[in-house]
């Protein structure tokens, strides 16, 4: 089975500062990778999918970016933080022949300050 | 679009007792996924119980079982024998069973978190 690895797992930033929070999964390959944001109480968010390298799919329009430099790495990018970024990140992994069950990293948790 | 609805924010059981966690959502597609995730204090998101939609057998996974009613969209969860580790956020997630654009992506309910009283 896969093993999703995020990191950093804590980061305090200033507003305006840049981002980039990484994942990587190992046991696996050609996973389908998430970014999900879940602000303080709530659910969470979808904010980006990738069924490959290099291809990205945005399902919220924000200041943030990602991209898939290599097979089993994501990543998650900003050039200037707002207060509005603070959450808690999580990666997920879709993969297999089922193509079944998200499985999540440990997370990361972003304050912006 | 698909939602998701989980009408009880909060919930205790007392250890040892049985707890249901309830769970509605709205679709109009046959063939779906439906999920509870366990978020523990450490907020990583652990898989508890899948169901296919396709299956009409209720899925089991030890001391936790679901109540499926399709035709009602209803998909509760069922935690047997608590433990205080089951002290956590419950949240139910469906996934439709095909992605054109090969998203396959999660819906999910708000959340309910569970306390359990020794």
Same mark, same amino acid.
Request: glycine content about 6%.
């Given at each position: 089975?896969?093993?999703?690895?995020?990191?950093?797992?804590?980061?305090? *930033?200033?507003?305006?500062?840049?981002? %980039?929070?990484?994942?990587?999964?190992?046991?696996?390959?050609?996973?389908?990778?998430?970014?999900?944001?879940?602000?303080?109480?709530?659910?969470?968010?979808?904010?980006?999918? %990738?069924?490959?390298?290099? *291809?990205?799919? %945005?399902?919220?329009?924000?200041?943030?970016?990602?991209?898939?430099?290599?097979?089993?790495?994501?990543?998650?990018?900003?050039?200037?933080?707002?207060?509005?970024?603070?959450?808690?990140?999580?990666?997920?992994?879709? %993969?297999?022949?089922?193509?079944?069950?998200?499985?999540?990293?440990?997370?990361?948790?972003?304050?912006?300050? | 679009?698909?939602?998701?609805?989980?009408?009880?924010?909060?919930?205790?059981?007392?250890?040892?007792?049985?707890?249901?966690?309830?769970?509605?959502?709205?679709?109009?597609?046959?063939?779906?996924?439906? !999920?509870?995730?366990?978020?523990?204090?450490?907020?990583?998101?652990?898989?508890?119980?899948?169901?296919?939609?396709?299956?009409?057998?209720?899925?089991?996974?030890?001391?936790?079982?679901?109540?499926?009613?399709?035709?009602?969209?209803?998909?509760?969860?069922?935690?047997?024998?608590?433990?205080?580790?089951?002290?956590?956020?419950? !949240?139910?997630?469906?996934?439709?069973?095909?992605?054109?654009?090969?998203?396959?992506?999660?819906? !999910?309910?708000?959340?309910?978190?569970?306390?359990?009283?020794?």
């Amino acid at each position: 089975s896969q093993t999703i690895h995020q990191w950093p797992a804590t980061l305090v *930033q200033p507003v305006g500062s840049p981002l %980039s929070l990484e994942c990587t999964v190992e046991g696996t390959s050609n996973p389908n990778l998430y970014w999900y944001r879940q602000a303080a109480g709530r659910g969470l968010q979808l904010l980006f999918y %990738s069924v490959g390298i290099g *291809q990205i799919s %945005s399902e919220v329009p924000q200041n943030l970016s990602a991209s898939r430099p290599q097979d089993r790495q994501f990543i998650l990018s900003s050039k200037k933080l707002l207060l509005s970024d603070s959450g808690f990140y999580l990666c997920a992994c879709l %993969s297999g022949t089922g193509l079944e069950t998200q499985y999540f990293g440990p997370g990361t948790r972003l304050l912006v300050l | 679009a698909q939602t998701v609805t989980q009408s009880q924010p909060e919930m205790s059981v007392q250890e040892a007792e049985t707890v249901t966690l309830s769970c509605t959502y709205d679709t109009s597609e046959s063939d779906y996924y439906l !999920f509870w995730y366990k978020q523990p204090p450490s907020r990583q998101m652990i898989l508890v119980i899948r169901q296919e939609a396709y299956k009409q057998q209720n899925a089991t996974e030890n001391r936790f079982s679901v109540n499926f009613q399709k035709a009602a969209k209803s998909f509760s969860l069922k935690i047997s024998d608590s433990q205080l580790g089951d002290a956590a956020m419950y !949240f139910c997630a469906y996934r439709s069973l095909y992605s054109g654009a090969g998203s396959y992506q999660l819906t !999910f309910g708000k959340g309910t978190k569970l306390s359990v009283i020794p």
